[in-house]
Each structure stands twice: as structure tokens, then as C-alpha cells.
């Protein structure tokens, strides 16, 4: 079993536990037509819940502390940043090499490649050698209900506006819920965010009133059109990167060493 798929995780967990199968991704619907490969469609009442309870704010979230985001991250600190359609993009515009992430938030693959893996681009994204480009999906709330992920990928475009998106993307990993939690809620992504170091108003009211959702839709259709259907997908200068690779720092750091990156 290489990919976990979507509607069957509690199944393929249990599965890997006792076959030591290796399992490398989130895996999104194929055809799209919301039948979410055998689990049947969503519930319409998963998808109406807010994360928060009703007459709830944010400020009064009662989850967990959030922890502050590696120190690696603020090597990024003066990186630039930018929107551009349903993609963020950090890095110099003049960036000789590209490389495409695509990630849903409530993903534990994506928390380990952005754990693991992901630290190789640290250098190369500093010095100038390389851009990312972040493609947010959402298609984990389909699988497990709650708005989680729409609500981290509203929070993520929220805090470009801040000046501080890679500190906040890496605090988000950093304090991931259990996948099957509908952990993200915007009380505890308000956490992260003072974790980061945000303190912008506008970032707080951004977060609290979903003010990104059309965009959240957007970010989850580009995904789409780009044929990815699992997450982590990461491709380097238009080729995509073996899966084993994502995982460890030194094998990922090799991949883009070998594409150029260093």
C-alpha cells in the first residue's frame, strides 16, 4: 500500500500497524464527484459545524498552548512573500529554480516533510537560489468533516498580510491536531499566530471571520487543475520529487542538490 486514501484512513492505519505497510500521503477523492472512495458522501451537517461553537470567540479558545515555530524559520525572516491566484509564493521573483509544494493543513505527511525534508530549503530559500510555491488544498475536511483546513488555509492567507507567512506555516505544522481532529479551530490558530509573532489586528479579525474563504476555494482548485491528488506533492523545477525523498532532510537535500539547489 504506497498511499493512504481518502475515506479508508482509519482502515489503512490499522492496516500499516499490523503489515508494516509504508504509507507516503494524503490522498484526495480521484474523480472528484464527492463520493469520497467508499466512505460515501460528506455529511451535510460536518460541513455546516463551525470549528467553534456557536457565540464562541476566538479570543476565548480554551485549547492547547501553541508552541513556537523552529528556529530555522527565522532565516526567512526578510523572504518576500506574495499572492498570486490560488498559489503563495516565498522567495526572490528572480529565483533561478521553483519549486511546488502542494499541502492540506490537517495532513501528518505534510507536518513530517515540512519537519524533515522541508529544512533542506531553508538555505537555498534564503540565500536567493530558490522560490516555493505553496498550493493549500482542503480536501481533509471532506474526509473527516469540520472546516480545519479551510479554516488554516483562510489563516495562512491572512498572515502574507502580516509580513510573517513562513513563520506562521511553520508554526501551523508544528502544532498540528490529530488528523482526525478538527483541531483548527480559529481560536487555536490565533495561538499560533501569537506564536509567530503576529500581532496584527487585521490578521485576528482576517482569521476570526474566514474573510479568505473565496480564496481558500480557489487555493483548493488549483490543486485540482494541477492533477494532484495527494499531499505531500512536491515538484522541483517541474519534476516531481520521489515521495521516499520528503521525509529526511539529507535525502531530500540530495534531490534538490541534484536538480541544482544547494
Not at 148 to 173: M, Y
Not at 206 to 224: E, L, Y
Request: proline letters at 7%; aromatic letters at 6%.
Amino acid at each position: 500500500m504506497a498511499v493512504r486514501k481518502a475515506g479508508r484512513v482509519a482502515a489503512s492505519v490499522a492496516a500499516v500497524a499490523l503489515l508494516g505497510a509504508v504509507v507516503t500521503g494524503c490522498d484526495s477523492d480521484d474523480d472528484g464527484d464527492g463520493d469520497w472512495m467508499g466512505g460515501g458522501k460528506k455529511s451535510p451537517s460536518a460541513s455546516a459545524e463551525p470549528s467553534d461553537p456557536a457565540g464562541k470567540s476566538p479570543s476565548q479558545d480554551t485549547g492547547p498552548a501553541a508552541k513556537v515555530p523552529p528556529a530555522s524559520v527565522n532565516d526567512l525572516a526578510k523572504v518576500p512573500t506574495k499572492v498570486e491566484g490560488g498559489v503563495i509564493t516565498v522567495g526572490e521573483p528572480s529565483a533561478k529554480h521553483t519549486v511546488k509544494v502542494y499541502e492540506d493543513p490537517r495532513c501528518p505527511f505534510c507536518k513530517k516533510f515540512e519537519e524533515n525534508g522541508a529544512q533542506a530549503l531553508v538555505g537555498p530559500l534564503a540565500a536567493g537560489d530558490v522560490k516555493v510555491e505553496y498550493t493549500i488544498a482542503s480536501f481533509l475536511d471532506n474526509n473527516f468533516g469540520g472546516d480545519g483546513s479551510k479554516n488554516a488555509a483562510n489563516a495562512l492567507r491572512a498572515a502574507v498580510d502580516t509580513g510573517k507567512f513562513p513563520q506562521f506555516h511553520s508554526g501551523l505544522f508544528a502544532n498540528q491536531p490529530e488528523e482526525s481532529d478538527d483541531g483548527f479551530t480559529p481560536g487555536f490558530l490565533l495561538k499560533i499566530g501569537k506564536a509567530a509573532g503576529i500581532k496584527d489586528p487585521a490578521f485576528e479579525k482576517a482569521v476570526a471571520s474566514n474573510a479568505h474563504q473565496a480564496w481558500v476555494a480557489t487555493a483548493m482548485k488549483a490543486f485540482t487543475a494541477d492533477g494532484v491528488s495527494g499531499t505531500p506533492t512536491v515538484e522541483i523545477d517541474g519534476e516531481k520529487a520521489p515521495a521516499d525523498s520528503l521525509y529526511s532532510e539529507s535525502d531530500f537535500g540530495k534531490v534538490l542538490k541534484d536538480a541544482g539547489i544547494s
